[in-house]
């Protein structure tokens, strides 16, 4: 099993473009979400998708966009990308229990830079 | 929305001694609580979590303790060693859609 597969892993753009980062997980879990990680700042809700069909934002959701393809993928789109969004992008998953949490799986990150 | 706050930021510890980091939470209906490792470049993984109907929970060096009176739970490892060194993620979790609050992280250096 691959767990949780993100790409790419490094991305460099110039403000104004856009990008989409790609997550997909083999463990049949439920819940996926993105977080943005900044030196000093920990992990950041971006967005989350707690079932296949359903989105929601989290702590930090401007500028960003998502789309639960299916329920193995969960991409994050940066229409367009300000200095500000320079960061480390973790997807990740989980499969909750009807009535409790469980811990997350994250890919391997990708790291973003806006020029 | 749940806070959760690590205090110390940074732990320096010689190899061999114990270390321990707390996070404080803000939500009194938190009831799952993990723990990550983070190393230099590398992605968080989990090491150990515990829930609320249960105190204190020991996996070989490791364990973590949970306090709901004060609303705080503690890292703790034991004869630690340089591949200890890392940064440490508190997170909470009041359930229902499993969103995880995470602390800003501790970094810790074990000293050979």
């Known amino acids: 099993n691959a767990g949780v597969t993100q790409t790419p892993k490094f991305q460099v753009l110039k403000t104004g473009q856009s990008m989409t980062l790609q997550c997909a997980q083999d463990?049949?879990?439920?819940?996926m979400y993105w977080y943005r990680q900044d030196p000093g700042m920990g992990l950041r809700l971006i967005y989350y998708?707690?079932?296949?069909?359903?989105?929601d934002k989290g702590e930090v959701p401007n500028g960003y966009n998502v789309s639960r393809l299916n329920k193995r993928e969960f991409s994050l789109r940066l229409e367009s990308a300000a200095p500000s969004q320079t960061s480390v992008y973790f997807c990740?998953?989980?499969?909750?229990?009807?009535?409790?949490?469980?811990?997350?799986?994250f890919g391997s990150g990708t790291r973003l830079t806006v020029v | 929305g749940e806070n959760v706050e690590q205090h110390p930021s940074t732990l320096s510890v010689q190899e061999g001694d114990s270390a321990v980091i707390k996070c404080t939470y803000s939500?009194?209906?938190?009831?799952?609580f993990p723990w990550y490792k983070q190393e230099l470049g590398k992605r968080p993984q989990l090491i150990i979590d515990?829930?609320?109907?249960?105190g204190e929970k020991k996996d070989q060096r490791i364990a973590v303790t949970l306090n709901k009176t004060a609303k705080h739970f503690s890292l703790h490892i034991t004869e630690t060693q340089p591949e200890d060194s890392a940064v440490y993620f508190c997170?909470?979790?009041?359930?229902?859609?499993?969103?995880?609050?995470f602390g800003k992280g501790n970094q810790v250096v074990v000293i050979p």
């Open positions: 990740a998953s989980s499969a909750p229990g009807l009535s409790s949490s469980a811990g997350y799986t």
């Open positions: 515990i829930r609320s109907n249960v």
């Open positions: 939500d009194s209906a938190s009831n799952y």
């Open positions: 997170a909470a979790s009041a359930g229902g859609d499993n969103r995880l609050a």
């Open positions: 998708s707690a079932s296949e069909g359903t989105t």
């Open positions: 463990m049949n879990h439920n819940s």
